[in-house]
Structures are given as C-alpha cells and as structure tokens.
C-alpha cells in the first residue's frame, strides 16, 4: 500500500480561514474542492431548483392531474435502502400534497424471485394492488429507466408510468456505437439520461422523487391549491432524502451534502419518522450526535438486509408508519435480520476466502493482493444471493482486484454481484465480455464501481476468463497498487475531542472522503483482542494515544508509517481520542 498526501491549495484554505472556517476543516476542505467559503452554505435556499431537471415539470402535472381527480397511483419500489426511502418519501410525500391514503400503494420485487426492476411480472403484481379496480398510474422510483419490457406491459395494460430513476438507461449495439434505449413511458425524470442538463447526475433515486415532489407542489399551487393556508412542508422528509442517499453510495457532490446536512440537522433536533427514530435506538445510536456514517453505517445496513434475506416491505414499513410502537417492533425485526446477514455473510466469506487460499501465494505483509489474477470469480452452491454483494465489496478491499461472488438462483441460473477498484469500469467490462462471448451473459447492468450479472452455470469459466483477459488489458501496475489518500499529518494541539466532535458534524462520504491522516509512529505495544483486531499504543507527536485496527492480525513493526481516523470515545468517565487505523505503507 502507498500513502498519498492530498494536494491542499494554500491560498485556498488560507482564504476559508479568513472566511472563518476553522483551520483544520479549512485544509480539508481545500483539499477536497471546496475554493470559496459559500460552497458550504447547506441552507435550502441553495439547492439546485427543480426546473433544471429533464421531465420533473411534466410529471408535476402529471401528479398534481393524479391527485387532483383522485386517480389511484401505486408506486413501485426497489429492494435496496435507497429504493426503500425513495418509496417512502413519495408515499408519505403525495399523503402531504393532497391524495387521498386509499388511492395509494405500492410494491416491491421480492429479490430471489422478481430480479430487479420493473419487470412485467411486477406490472402484474401493482394491477392487483388495490384488490380490485386497477391503478391508473405507476410511479417507480428508485428503477425503471432500463425496464423497456415491463414499462412496454404497463402500456398494453392501459397503464401510465412515470419513470423516476437514477441509474443509466439500456444500450443497443449499433453500426455506429451503442445506442441509448428509453423505456416507453409517459414521463421519465433522470438526471442521466440524454437531454438533461441538471448540473448534479450523482442524485441517489430518493433525491429524484424529492425533487419531483417539489415541482409538484409547485404546480399545484400554481392552481390556486393552499390558497390562504401554509403549503405542505417537504424538508419533513429530509431525513428520509439523507438516509437513502447516503445509504447508496452515490457521490455526495455539493447538491447532495446539502440534502444530507438538512437531513441530519433535524434528526439531531428530534424531527424524523418514527422509523428513523427506531432505526436509531435499534442500533444504539444517539440521533442527537447523528452523522452520515449512522446512516452508511448503522440504519442503511438494517434496512437493506430486509432486501437481502426476507421482503424489503418490512423496511419500507417501518418507514412509513406513523405508530411509533409499531416502528421499534419493525425496527428491532430489521435488526434481527441483520445479525442474521452479518451470520451468513461471514460464513461466505470464511468458504469464499479458503477458495481464495488456493489461488493466491502467501502474504506475509497482510497487504492482500500480491500475486493476485486480474480479477477474481467466485461460486459455491451454498452461496446466497442476496449478500453476495457485500461479500464481493468484502474480498474486493482484501485483493485490490475486481471481483465477482455467484450463488444460484431459484431459476436455476447464476447470479453474480461485481466490485471493482478505481480506474477498472466494470459496467464497461461486462460489455466488452457480452461483446466478445454473445450468449454469456444473459442479462448485466451497473456502474463503474459495482455491477451485477446474470449467466449459465456451464458458463461460469468463459465468464471468469473472459473477465481476467479484459482486467488484464485494462489494468497497469499504477492501477493495481493499492494507494490510501490521506490529509497528512495531524498536528498534536488538534488530539482533542471536542475537535473529532467537529470533523463527524460535517457530511462527509463517497467523492467527499472522510479525513484519513497519516504520518510515521512508533509502535510502543500491540496485542491482539478478540483474536482478530489489533490494539496499539502509539507515539504520535511525542505523545502516547490509543489506537485499534480492525480486522488485522499481523505485528506492526516498531516504526511504522500509519493512516488513520479520529475517534472520539469514554474510558472510565473521561473522552479520550483514538486513532481507529486504516492501513500501513508498506
């Protein structure tokens, strides 16, 4: 591993300063992009407005019609935390704009059984959603820009979609290149499909339907709706927005920090869903200090397992009731659902890891990777679906290599989850390997960073070679050693735990990392505790500290150059900070 210093722009965080950002975060934040004081204002008031968003006007006449006449509207959700907000934020947000609660529903794919999307068997299942006279609009959120077939059966069944998605639309190969396909529906609103010029494509699916609820109270009080009344407040569902849009991974650009910081702001004041709330107790997490690694951490993790081993409705449930009663109990489920996860994934990956064993050399450094193939490909009978993915992302961080973990699926067919590293687009991959292998991948879809798949059993070899030779004409030795950036050294007056209380109040995550300082320690003692984490005492600045690092098992030598997070914790009715390690130069 290598330890790379971020480039901080003195002038620039010399004038935040002057600004009166406090030094620390103002070498943060220079470090990170930020060139003016007002880039960090989070207030509302500065939010990208709605009319720079391709369709949202279209479909806030859509709705406002929808609502307006009393039309029944059912919402199809998706089986992750980020589909899950997304379905409660429209539900609990069109329950604000006027519609009536029994011209509402919605459905979620069952993730063994319906695969992902809106697929025509889903249609089928949101046409019997009121048990009884049919919807007349679909909204899908969170889904839908690349469900051509299931969009194109809501239409032969005189149904309206509203398409609501985040992700990119489907290719068609073409003479000239890969054509862009859109689904068939009356309305789609995608950052990311061609057209739109919103200036934030990271939006997660929860933010898009937020801001297609803006524009549709918009156009409703253009219609003289609220007339002499207050108008609905939508930041009520803010915590929802945050939640989900940190729980998806998406970069927190500066359009998506200040939803999050809206968001975390009323958790701490007490202003959230009772399910938000429950999430919180369940984890045993305190809303008042509520940061966004609460929610990549803590709530969106609970939320999802609902996803991966049972019915996500149980997560959007307890998203959506008002009964706080009723919350903790859905809450305490989702988090037994959890310890359950967190139980097979480490069962996965102890199986996936010794078949690992007989691929790679020996690595005494602990470094992972060294001598690793290009990318790696994993299936074993016992393997289930729906945790396959953190495994992938767990044995991805291990080798620094691309990765795919299979299980087999109730049709019989693999189902494989992919993980990849910077400068390694899998999405791109798995087209390149559809290219050249035609009947190989029977269905594929992703991002640079994280992909799925669909392939025969009999096909898992072409797959895994096909894979390996594209990483090995992609990837160069810069690309494959492991790099940690790192804000550098942290100056000893800054060891203070009111100042770790700080730095964890920001929005930090995805494209706008969490400060990681390095600089060489000596190591004065080390000793394993729970026979795989590693507890130090280092000398940092002349001065003894704390540190642990999880998950490692291997010595430190007695110099080392370290990276490291600040963690502010209570020993014996004192706060003291400790350095929780994040890697080694080696």
């Given at each position: 591993m290598r330890l790379t210093i971020r480039d901080v722009p003195p002038r620039t965080a010399w004038s935040l300063e002057q600004a009166g950002v406090h030094p620390l975060l103002a070498r943060l934040y220079a470090a990170r992009g930020i060139t003016a004081a007002e880039?960090?204002?989070?207030?509302?008031?500065?939010?990208?407005?709605?009319?720079?968003?391709?369709?949202?006007?279209?479909?806030?006449?859509?709705?406002?019609?929808?609502?307006?006449?009393?039309?029944?509207?059912?919402?199809?959700?998706?089986?992750?935390?980020?589909?899950?907000?997304?379905?409660?934020?429209?539900?609990?947000?069109?329950?604000?704009?006027?519609?009536?609660?029994?011209?509402?529903?919605?459905?979620?794919?069952?993730?063994?059984?319906?695969?992902?999307?809106?697929?025509?068997?889903?249609v089928d299942l949101a046409f019997g959603a009121?048990?009884?006279?049919?919807?007349?609009?679909l909204v899908t959120v969170d889904n839908g820009i690349a469900s051509l077939?299931?969009?194109?059966?809501?239409?032969?069944?005189?149904?309206?979609?509203?398409?609501?998605?985040?992700?990119?639309?489907?290719?068609?190969?073409?003479?000239?290149?890969?054509?862009?396909?859109?689904?068939?529906?009356?309305?789609?609103?995608?950052?990311?499909?061609?057209?739109?010029?919103?200036?934030?494509k990271a939006l997660a699916g929860v933010g898009v339907m937020f801001y297609v609820l803006l524009a549709t109270r918009a156009a409703l009080r253009a219609r003289g709706a609220w007339a002499g009344a207050e108008q609905p407040r939508l930041d009520r569902l803010l915590d929802l927005v945050a939640l989900g849009t940190v729980a998806d991974v998406v970069k927190l650009d500066a359009n998506n920090r200040r939803l999050v910081a809206q968001g975390l702001r009323r958790i701490r004041a007490g202003r959230m869903q009772p399910g938000v709330a429950a999430l919180f107790t369940a984890a045993g997490r305190d809303p008042r200090r509520a940061s966004g690694f609460d929610f990549g951490f803590a709530l969106g993790p609970r939320v999802n397992a609902a996803g991966r081993l049972e019915q996500m409705t149980l997560g959007i449930e307890c998203l959506l009731t008002d009964d706080p009663g009723r919350a903790a109990e859905l809450a305490q489920r989702?988090?037994?659902?959890?310890?359950?996860?967190?139980?097979?994934?480490?069962?996965?990956?102890?199986?996936?890891?010794?078949?690992?064993?007989?691929?790679?050399p020996e690595d005494p450094d602990g470094d992972g990777g060294a001598g690793a193939p290009p990318a790696v490909a994993l299936f074993d009978p016992e393997f289930?679906?729906?945790?396959?993915?953190?495994?992938?992302?767990?044995?991805?961080?291990?080798?620094?290599?691309?990765?795919?973990?299979?299980?087999?699926?109730?049709?019989?067919?693999?189902?494989?989850?992919?993980?990849s590293i910077p400068g390694f687009h899998l999405r791109d991959a798995l087209d390149l390997v559809a290219k050249r292998h035609p009947g190989v991948l029977l269905k594929f879809g992703g991002h640079a960073m994280a992909a799925g798949c669909?392939?025969?059993?009999?096909?898992?070899?072409?797959?895994?070679?096909?894979?390996?030779?594209?990483?090995?004409?992609?990837?160069?030795?810069?690309?494959?050693?492991?790099?940690?950036?790192?804000?550098?050294?942290?100056?000893?007056?800054?060891?203070?735990?009111?100042?770790?209380?700080?730095?964890?109040?920001?929005?930090?995550g995805q494209g706008f990392a969490p400060p990681v300082f390095s600089e060489e320690m000596e190591v004065l003692s080390q000793r394993l505790v729970g026979e795989k984490h590693l507890s130090l005492k280092l000398r940092h600045q002349g001065q003894p500290v704390d540190g642990i690092w999880f998950g490692r098992t291997e010595p430190l030598p007695a110099k080392a150059r370290i990276a490291y997070r600040l963690e502010a914790d209570e020993w014996q009715g004192a706060r003291r900070v400790r350095f929780l390690i994040e890697g080694m130069e080696s």
């Open positions: 880039q960090l204002d989070d207030s509302l008031a500065r939010l990208l407005p709605p009319q720079g968003l391709r369709g949202t006007e279209e479909a806030a006449a859509l709705l406002a019609d929808a609502i307006e006449r009393g039309a029944r509207i059912v919402v199809v959700a998706d089986y992750d935390c980020d589909g899950a907000t997304a379905c409660a934020v429209a539900l609990r947000g069109l329950a604000l704009l006027g519609a009536a609660p029994a011209t509402l529903a919605y459905v979620v794919p069952d993730r063994r059984l319906h695969g992902y999307g809106l697929t025509p068997a889903i009121f048990g009884g006279p049919p919807p007349e609009l077939e299931g969009v194109a059966h809501a239409k032969a069944r005189g149904l309206a979609v509203l398409v609501t998605d985040h992700h990119l639309p489907a290719l068609r190969p073409g003479a000239a290149g890969d054509e862009i396909i859109l689904p068939p529906a009356v309305v789609i609103v995608n950052p990311n499909q061609p057209g739109c010029g919103f200036a934030s989702l988090d037994a659902i959890n310890r359950e996860r967190r139980e097979v994934e480490a069962t996965m990956r102890e199986q996936a890891e010794a078949m690992l064993e007989m691929l790679l289930h679906e729906g945790v396959v993915g953190i495994v992938a992302s767990r044995l991805k961080d291990r080798l620094h290599r691309p990765t795919f973990v299979f299980a087999l699926g109730q049709d019989g067919l693999l189902k494989g989850s992919g993980r669909t392939i025969a059993q009999e096909h898992l070899d072409v797959f895994e070679q096909a894979l390996a030779t594209v990483a090995q004409e992609w990837l160069d030795a810069a690309t494959l050693l492991r790099r940690l950036h790192t804000d550098g050294p942290l100056a000893p007056e800054y060891r203070r735990p009111e100042l770790v209380d700080t730095l964890h109040e920001q929005v930090w």
